[in-house]
Structures are given as C-alpha cells and as structure tokens.
C-alpha cells in the first residue's frame, strides 16, 4: 500500500512541503533499487517498473547523477519499439561502506563499495575478552581507519586492485573506480544482545561488555570520516550474508549458527530477519536444555552452548588440558580446532566421542530451532563448519529423532562457506540497504570532501 | 509494490485477459477492505484512499452491491467541501462463516457473519482421543450442521437475536440481517501438524490422528453447504484470535500458549503469524527440555508437556489418582481443574507445591521462546488462564532469571480471557480474511441459494 500511496500523492501534486522530502528519498531509493537489482535501464523502463511519472523519473536521476551514484551507459536498444534510448546505471564506485566485526578472539572488516564489490577483506587476531572495552575500542577503530585508507585508495583507481577485481566490478555492472571513494556508513557486528535504535551493546557475556555505546564511540574515534555506525548482532548479520550469498542463499526460512566459544543464532523468517520487540531474538546459546547442566559463563546452568559452544568440545577432546568447566576462555582457539580435526582424520577415538556427544546436542538445541521455527535449513559456521563433517552427520541424526514432524519438516544442517568474514560481510550489506534506502544520506560527492564544509539540505 | 503495480497496471489500461480477473479481485477486496476498517465511506473517498479510479470504484462498487456485500447508507456531509454524498457501507449481514475446533475432550464452534458479528457460540464436551477418527469427524460434521442452521436461522432476521446483538451489529456498521443468510467459509482449529494447503492433519498426537484429510472429508460431509474448508493448528488460529481481540490485541510480537493436555503455540512476529516453510512452526510442547525427564506422549522424554501440560499438573496436585506417566489422558479435565482451583484457594500445600513447580518449569520454557522470539508478552490459555493468579508469578520469575537479557526484554506473562473458544474463534476470522481477500469466492448472493445450482463464473 506504502508505494500506491506515494504515487498517489505524487501524481496528484498535492504533497505537502513536510512530507515532500520523505516521498523525493522513497522516490530517488525507489529508482537506484530499480537499478540494483534488474541493471541498467532506460528512463522510460523505471517510469514503467516504479509507477513513476516519466518527468518525475528523469528529474530523480538528474539528482542521482548530481550525486554519482547512477551513470549513463550509453544507447540501449529496446526490444519492442525499435528506438534507440539513453540507459543509465547503478554507480556504486564512488561510495564505500565499511562491515566490522569483534569478536571473542579476533576483529574483522570487509569494505566494500555501494555495488557490493569486496575491496577489502581482513581478520586480525585480538584477545578482546582479556582486554577490557577501552582497549577493544581502540583496537576496533585502528582496524577500521586502515581499512578506510585502503579502501580510499583502491576508489582512486586500479592501482589498489588485481586486474581480476575490476573484471568481476565490471561484470556486475560496476563502473571501475575513478574520482576517489568515500566510506558513507560503518557496520559493526559483536557477539551479544544490541540496542540496534542506540547502537548501544546492551550485553555481551563473552567480551565482558554491558551498556557499551559502541556507535557514538566509534563515531567519535573516526571523526573526520563522518560516517554513521550501525551495530547489531553477529549471527544476526551472519544470517543476513547468508541469506543473500550463502550456500543456501534465498531460502526464506532460515537459521544460522555461529560456532564459537560463544553460539549465536541469526533467524531468517519468510525472507526477513527475526527481530522480536527490542532486536534481542536468536539467543540460542542460553536456552536451557539441561537443567541438571554444569554452569556457563552467562551465570546460569545447562545452557545450550555450554554442551555445543567451542569450550565444550575442547573439554571432552583434550581433557588432558583442562579449562575449567562452561565458557571459560579458550587459548588460541583455532589452533585448537585445527588440532581436533587432525585428530578426528587420524581417528583419534577419544575425539571422536566427543564430537559425536557435541554432534547429539547440536542436533538437540536444532530440534527446538526446528520445533519453534520449521526452517528448511539450519547453516552453521564457526567451528561447525570446520569440523561439518564428523558433527553432522550426530546433529542431523537427532534431530530427526526429536523434531515432532519428523522427517516431514525436512530441515538440513549445512556447513557455511562465508568462513569468519560472514558477520562482517553481513555488516557491510546491511549498510549498503541503509544507503539504498536513503541515498540522500549519502551526501556530498567526495570530491567536495576534501574540505567537510555542513551541508545545505 | 504489489498495490502500486496494480494500480499502474489499471491507470494504463494495458491489463492482460489473463490478469483482468485477478485484478479485479484484487481491487474488489482493496475497497471491501477499506470499508471494513474505516466504516461507511463514498466512493470519492475510497478511490482517493486507494488510488483507483473513480469510475472503476464505481464499477466495482456496482459488483458489491449486486453480490450484497456492501449497502448505500444514504446522505454524509463532506467535511472540506460541504457537498452531500452518497456513502456504502460494508454489509456483513448476508453470509456467515463458521469456526470449528476439535480438541482433546471438547468440539468447539463460532458462527459469524462477514463483519465478525459473533450469532452462534458453543462448546461441546467429546471425547476426541477415545473416539477414533472417523467417529470424531461425524461429531464434527453434527456440530456444524447444527451452527449452519442457527446460522441461517438467526439471519432470517431479528428473531433468533436479543435486541443487544442487533444493538452491537448495527454501532460496528453491520446492516441488521433481512434476507438470508449463506456460510460461505469454514475453519477448522486442531492440535497438532496442519498441512494447510491441502487441509490434511499430517499428526495430532493427543487425537491419534495421523494423515487426515480433513478439510476433504468434512467438505463431503457438508456437501450441500457447498462452503470451501480451511485447517490450521488450533495454537495459531487461537494466536490470531488474540492478536486481534484478546487482551493484548496488536501487540505485534506476541507468543500465544494453549494449556491443556497438550501444549501447543502460536507466534505473532511483527505482526504476522509465523508459519515456517511448511506451516509447522510452534510446536513448544516438545521440545525438549528435560533429557533425563519422563515419557511424553510423542514417545520421546522430557518435552517441555511432561512438566507444563495439564496430566502433569493433575499428577503432582492429586497424587491420589495416578493416570501413569507424560501425558496419558485426563479424564473429565475442566472438572480436575475446577477441583484444583478449589484446593489451591483454600491453601492445600500440596497443590500449591505442584502449582508452583509447574509455574517455574513454564518460566523455564518460556525463557526459550523469550531468547528466540524476543516478544513483549506470553498470552495463556486453557488451565493456565484458569490458574494463572497461581501460576504466573512462579512462571515470571523464572523466565526474568533464565532469559539472557533479563528484565530489559520486558516480557509479562498474561492470561488469555477468551477463554476455549479462542481457537474457533481465530478459524472464524481467519475465513472472514480470506473472504475479504477474494470477495468472488462468496459466490452468488443467498437468495439464489435455496435451490443450489452451478455457478457460471
Ligand atoms: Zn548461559
Ligand atoms: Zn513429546
């Protein structure tokens, strides 16, 4: 009903000054969508597909042009009518975002321009839970503001880049980049319940963080970049990459499972993600499936993670390195993963038991998932996925014997391929539908921020 | 974007054969639906709230009318203009749905008119699980012809109504019913796997019904009603009910519990009834919670029903008559309820125990659906309602200690006062949608039907 109403309104001339900019940002968001997802078009072809008058369309782009986020592609043949028509397209070359996460042991960005184009993509190893939130914070905009150089230069042309990057920019409909990139919005993924609205990390146990307000943090550690921040949470943003670029991309209902010393769950529900009433949905880890259970790190007993998150496995297959029971911190947890599968190819009895034990609970807490949920794919990553497997095949096993449906609900565990980057990843994307929804956030051309000057609006 | 592009598609006048009688459908239910939630409108007003045409309101206005879905209500002053109008209103009075649901040990109805006007209501004890299906569908199918001729009855006119009900009809702008009166639609509520597309009960472990057909063969035992059937899980029609007229109607997250013998669940997220991929979300009675917990009735151990449903609670409040394990049957249950309210009332310590444990063990499994759905209430039903000034105080505190956020996810338990009929309820309202999202399917107006004869569409 929202776009009939906006056409409506538009049509008949009628709209009113306060509600004027919010239909020219649906309009101009309407149109740069168009382009995204169906590629270059002629004027007439948006007017069609958006409903928009034809005036309307060409004065939206010649905004759209003013802000370099569209461009003209030259003569396009229609098929129909015969006549050569003026095409333009997506331009994402000139704006970046920036996807980061933190995390128990490791920090990590992907940054990307407005087309979705990977231009930058690292992990760097960071003891976060030792080190207190000043600290992480510090670590969190070191990683970001070199990123954010790197992505400047790889917009100030090919230099920065493998010839392949600008052969995949250019089959995706992506202009190589010219005249400079600036970084229009910051996506910050962490492991625990966030304030999405604030940006305020409301709780996360396995960094030692309450009340942390991460955004106006960050915005005030890069300053001079003068992006917004937005947090939420990691599996939530996992699941979101995953749905739109993971093995099992598209499937509308969705649950994915970070596997770390930490789980999380991101919960894709119709082609949507799960939010619930404050953005606090998909805390897996905590839900109680052993009353009798030994104690977590959240404080209480028998929680999922503690049978199924990093720690668990650690315990029962290394029990000669003993960390004490629940979460407790894993030293250099994926040298220790990497050392179970070794164990596991070489058949190492001990470790297989205790993937199997793993294996059964994951398939336990996946019951209750697909129980509450009936998704037709549960995708796990972290540690899940490197040992996917010797786990599975245990957690598909029972949870076929414990979901009500049975076999009819026809759910699977499939390991991700998104490796450590999918939160980041997700990050970045979910900024790129921010600055989509609203390109008037975008703001001024880079060239004229050299010298940030406030901007007239 | 669906309204927009009808609309586009219609201002064009380029639509396809193909696509015309979906179209129309389309914009005969945009216009029955504005009436039925703005109330008596003209057509100037309609058309400028949906952007149609003002000659196709007219048009489809004409449609209405001959269907006897919609009524002039004479003169209205515009308010701006100052010129008198003619206005319509939605007539509901014409065509009935019914609700239906089979439980445990009761058959439950709810027979409407289109605008939701409640005219039959009744509950029936029936022992469902002792009575094998083809038994318990001839109680159905006696129950429904039964609600039909009420139905019919009290459309014939004011006589089979107290002046009260004519009085509530006519100031939610439903037309007094004059001529007749057709069911057009029924829903069905039941407790367990509903493949809702095909009408098919795929399992209803406490009715020992697997793959029935239902929606089929209550159709042929109705056969001269001649009303399309619907089935759903008697959980998620009776969420709808709340969500539309309980005690925490619009609460847009929003999990709904029934309390009988079997747990069931409906979940509301953002405002919709979460379905999963193959409609079998909801299913918290299983899952499990307790994995060295007592046989259920599923044949697994520990479901969350073991601790919560109402043979659990019998067991633990009257010791005395032990009906075995999980969740055996419960003979006469209102009446077991009724005694345990009575002892509870005058202090018995014993059920007070038994109450409370089974308040903590909902708070456990409530704290699940809290850290997976995030909603900001937990609407009971059936014993749980009955019991609820007992129940639920155990059942919040648990929940404010297991669930991670705490109480920062603000999430009260509530009692349903809808009482046994919610499911009916929610199947009668569930029909008037589908109606009102097809007005074609109603068919020819009831005056033809007393002689029924094909329909030439
Ligand atoms: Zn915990
Ligand atoms: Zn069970």
Redesign the interface.
């Known amino acids: 009903?929202t776009?009939?109403?906006?056409?409506?309104r538009l049509a008949g001339g009628a709209a009113q000054p306060a509600g004027h900019a919010s239909l020219r940002r649906t309009n101009l968001s309407l149109v740069l969508r168009h382009l995204r997802d169906h590629g270059s078009s002629s004027r007439a072809d948006i007017a069609?597909a958006?409903?928009l008058h034809r005036a309307t369309v060409s004065n939206l782009m010649a905004e759209l042009l003013e802000r370099r986020l569209v461009r003209e592609v030259g003569i396009e043949h229609a098929g129909t009518v015969g006549r050569p028509r003026r095409a333009v397209a997506l331009d994402g070359a000139h704006v970046g975002v920036l996807g980061l996460e933190i995390n128990v042991d490791y920090v990590a960005v992907h940054g990307t321009d407005l087309g979705g184009r990977v231009l930058v993509e690292r992990r760097v190893g960071f003891d976060a839970m030792g080190s207190g939130t000043n600290h992480s914070l510090r670590e969190l905009g070191r990683v970001a503001r070199q990123a954010i150089d790197e992505l400047t230069r790889a917009g100030a042309g090919p230099s920065g880049l493998g010839p392949g990057d600008l052969a995949a920019a250019g089959a995706s409909g992506i202009a190589a980049a010219g005249g400079g990139i600036r970084v229009a919005g910051i996506g910050v993924a962490v492991p625990g319940?966030v304030d999405v609205g604030h940006g305020v990390v409301?709780?996360a146990p396995n960094l030692g963080w309450r009340d942390v307000s991460l955004a106006s943090r960050l915005s005030v550690a890069l300053g001079d970049v003068r992006a917004p921040v937005t947090v939420d949470n990691d599996a939530n943003l996992a699941a979101l990459a995953e749905y739109t670029s993971g093995v099992a991309a598209g499937t509308?209902?969705m649950v994915y499972l970070t596997g770390e010393v930490g789980v999380g769950?991101g919960?894709i529900?119709?082609g949507?993600l799960?939010?619930?009433?404050?953005?606090?949905?998909?805390?897996?880890?905590?839900?109680?499936?052993?009353?009798?259970g030994s104690r977590c790190g959240?404080g209480?007993s028998g929680c999922w993670e503690t049978k199924v998150g990093l720690a668990a496995l650690v315990r029962m297959a290394t029990p000669d390195q003993a960390y004490g029971m629940g979460t407790t911190p894993v030293p250099d947890p994926e040298e220790r993963v990497a050392e179970i599968a070794r164990g596991l190819a070489g058949g190492d009895p001990l470790m297989l038991a205790a993937v199997a034990e793993v294996g059964r609970w994951l398939g336990?807490g996946g019951?209750?998932?697909v129980?509450?949920?009936?998704?037709?794919v549960i995708v796990v990553g972290g540690y899940f996925a490197t040992l996917a497997r010797w786990l599975l095949p245990f957690a598909q096993a029972e949870l076929e014997?414990?979901v009500?449906?049975g076999p009819?609900?026809?759910?699977r565990f499939v390991a991700s391929d998104l490796g450590f980057g999918a939160a980041s990843l997700g990050a970045a994307n979910v900024v790129i539908n921010q600055l989509i929804d609203d390109p008037t956030a975008i703001g001024s051309p880079p060239v004229r921020l050299a010298a940030p000057q406030p901007t007239a609006t």
């Open positions: 009903m776009q009939g109403q906006h056409f409506t069609e958006t409903g319940l409301a709780l509308a209902d769950g919960i529900v119709g949507r799960l939010r619930g009433a404050d953005g606090f949905s998909g805390e897996v880890g905590h839900m109680p499936v052993d009353p009798g959240c209480r336990l019951s209750i998932l129980n509450l949920f009936n998704p037709r014997d414990l009500v449906a009819a609900a026809r759910c």
